[in-house]
C-alpha cells in the first residue's frame, strides 16, 4: 500500500464517486482513481491505449485534481484528451461528437464547496452504474492496475463546439424572455449563450463564475436559489425562469407568475408535447415523479407509455437506453432525451431549450400551460439522516413492513394501499393516485421520503404522517434536511 495514499471506500457511490478533497481523499489517493478507471476502461474496451476525454468544472480546487486524474489514466496506457473547463454534457457529448472510447469529468456537481468527485463512462451516453462501480472500486482499493503508456492532447475551442450543436438545431420563433440563473457555477459561461442563439431575450443572474459560490450552492433543487430566480422573473416581467446547477446537467423552472414547477410536472408537460409527432414513444421516469404520467390522457391519447424506474441519473439514463425510449424525466431536473432529440445522456441546458420549444409551440403563457395539468399536492424531496452502513437495510425492513400493510388492508386516511412498486426503495399507492414513497439515497446518508396526493394537501400531509411514524419507530433516522 502507498504511504499516506488517502482514499475512503464509502466515496464509491451508486453511481457517482464523491468525496470531501483532502478529508476523504487526497491527490494520491485520485491519482489511485485515475489508475483504477484507467485499467477498466482498458479491461471493458480491449484497447491498449483508449481514448478518454476528460473535462473539469469550476471549483478552484478541481484543475489540480484533473491534473492528478490524469496521471493516474496516462500510467495504464489511456490516451487523455483534456477539453479543459466543461459542463458534465459536454464531456458526453465530446465523446460522440470525437468517437472517443470513455469520459471522466471532475465535479461534484451541486455538493458543497470541499466536495469533489468524477462522473464517468465508458458506454457512449451511459454513466457509471452499480456495477460498475464495485468494479472500479475493487480494482482501485486492490491496486490491480495495468501498467502501460498513454499521450495526452488538449483540445482547444471544443466550448464552441457544443455551443454551436443546440444553437443550430433548435431555433424558436417566439422571443421568449428567460431569466437563467446558475449560481456562479461553471453554466454561466455556457447556459447565457446557448440560449441567446437560439432566439431567446436572456436576462442573467449570477453567470459570472465564482467558486465560492457567494449567495448559494448551484442547486435547482435549492430553495434560496429558487426564490432568487421567482423575483427576477417578477421584476423583469419574464416568461420563463431556468436554474441550473454546477455542472449543467439539471435545471430547475420557475413560471411567468414566479412559482416553481416541479421538474417531474415539466417533464410530463414535455412528454405531452413530443407525443403529438411521436407516437408509440415510451417514457422513462423515476419513483420520487408525480404519478400523473400513469393516468394522463394526452399520452394515453397518442399511444404512449410511462415506465417508473430507480432514481439517479445513470440508472434512468440505461432505462432510456435499453428501453429505446424518446426521453426519461427525473423529479431532480435531470432529463434525457433520446434520438432524434438528444443522445441519451442528461443535459440541463437541452432540457430548458425543450421548454421553450414547448412555450413556442403554443400561444399560452407557461402558468397557463401547467393549469392545464391535473393539480397535485406534493411534498418537496426530504432527506431524513440515516448512516450509510444502515440506510439500505432500514429501507428492506419498512419494505416488508410496508408490504404487510397492504396485505392486512390497513387503511391511512381511510384508505388501503392498492398498488406497490419496489424498484428503488418502496412506492405504495391508492386508488385515488395518492402515493408515498421511502427509499435511501444513493449519494448521502439519508433516506429520501416523498408523497402526492390528486386529492387534498391534508391526504399528503396524512401519507407523510404515517412514513415518518414507521422512520421514528426504527430508532435509526435523524434529522430532516427539510420538512412539511
Known amino acids: 500500500m502507498t504511504t499516506n495514499l488517502k482514499i475512503d471506500p464509502y466515496g464509491f457511490r451508486e453511481y ?95 455538493n458543497e464547496n470541499g466536495w ?47 455551443k454551436n450543436d443546440l444553437i443550430n438545431k433548435n431555433k424558436i420563433t417566439k422571443k421568449i424572455k428567460a431569466v437563467v440563473a446558475c449560481g456562479n457555477g461553471t453554466a454561466g459561461i455556457f447556459a447565457p449563450e446557448i440560449l441567446r ?44 425562469g431556468f ?7 439539471r435545471v430547475g423552472v420557475i413560471d411567468n407568475t414566479g412559482d416553481e414547477i416541479f ?19 415510451k417514457f422513462i421516469v423515476d419513483v420520487k415523479s408525480t404519478g400523473l404520467y400513469a393516468t394522463d390522457k394526452v399520452l394515453s391519447d397518442n399511444n404512449c407509455e410511462t415506465i417508473y424506474w430507480k432514481t439517479g441519473h445513470s440508472h434512468i439514463k440505461r432505462k432510456v437506453n435499453t428501453e429505446k425510449a424518446l426521453a426519461g424525466f427525473e423529479k431532480s431536473g435531470h432529463f434525457f432525451f433520446n434520438q432524434p432529440l438528444g443522445f441519451g445522456y442528461d443535459d440541463g441546458i437541452n432540457s430548458a431549450i425543450h421548454v421553450c420549444h414547448l412555450l413556442d409551440n ?63 426503495g418502496i412506492r405504495f399507492s391508492f386508488k385515488d393516485g395518492s402515493w408515498g414513497l421511502i427509499r435511501a439515497s444513493s449519494n448521502k446518508p439519508s433516506l429520501v421520503i416523498v408523497t402526492e396526493s390528486p386529492t387534498s394537501d391534508e391526504r399528503k400531509k396524512k401519507i407523510f404522517d404515517f412514513i415518518d411514524d414507521l422512520l421514528q419507530k426504527t430508532g435509526k433516522v435523524g434529522e430532516y434536511d427539510q420538512k412539511i
Open 243 to 249: 436554474g441550473f446547477d454546477g455542472d449543467g446537467d
Open 362 to 424: 403554443q400561444n399560452k403563457s407557461m402558468n397557463e400551460i401547467i393549469k392545464e395539468l391535473p393539480n397535485t399536492f406534493q411534498t418537496p424531496t426530504m432527506a431524513p439522516f440515516c448512516k450509510d452502513e444502515e440506510k439500505y437495510q432500514v429501507v428492506e425492513d419498512l419494505v416488508k413492513q410496508v408490504n404487510a400493510i397492504k396485505d392486512n388492508k390497513t387503511k391511512i386516511d381511510d384508505q388501503e394501499i392498492s398498488e406497490v412498486l419496489t424498484v428503488n
Open 263 to 281: 421538474s417531474d410536472k415539466i417533464g410530463l408537460l414535455i412528454a405531452r408535447n413530443l407525443s403529438k409527432t411521436h407516437k408509440n414513444s
Open 116 to 162: 469533489t468527485g468524477v462522473k464517468m463512462g465508458i458506454k457512449k451516453g451511459l454513466t457509471h452504474a452499480p456495477e460498475e462501480m464495485k468494479e472500479l472500486k475493487e480494482i482501485t482499493l486492490n491496486e490491480n492496475f495495468i501498467k502501460g503508456e498513454g499521450n495526452e492532447k488538449h483540445i482547444d475551442g471544443f466550448q464552441q463546439i457544443y
Open 16 to 110: 457517482d464517486a464523491r468525496w470531501l478533497y483532502e478529508k476523504d481523499i487526497n491527490q494520491l489517493g485520485i491519482e489511485n482513481l485515475g489508475r483504477g478507471l484507467g485499467t477498466q476502461i482498458i479491461k471493458h474496451t480491449k484497447k491498449t491505449n483508449p481514448r478518454v476525454i476528460v473535462g473539469h468544472d469550476y471549483r478552484s480546487y478541481s484543475e489540480e485534481i484533473k491534473s492528478a486524474l490524469k496521471k493516474g489514466l496516462l500510467s495504464t496506457g489511456c490516451n487523455v484528451e483534456d477539453i479543459g473547463l466543461s459542463l458534465s454534457p459536454t464531456v458526453y457529448f465530446a465523446q460522440f461528437n470525437l468517437d472517443a472510447d470513455a469520459v471522466a469529468m471532475v465535479t461534484a456537481s451541486h
Open 197 to 240: 442563439g437560439i432566439g431567446c431575450e436572456v436576462i442573467e443572474l449570477d453567470c459570472d463564475l465564482d467558486w465560492t459560490f457567494p449567495k448559494y450552492n448551484p442547486n435547482p433543487e435549492d430553495l434560496e436559489m429558487l426564490h432568487a430566480i421567482a423575483k427576477a422573473v417578477k421584476d423583469n416581467n419574464a416568461d420563463i
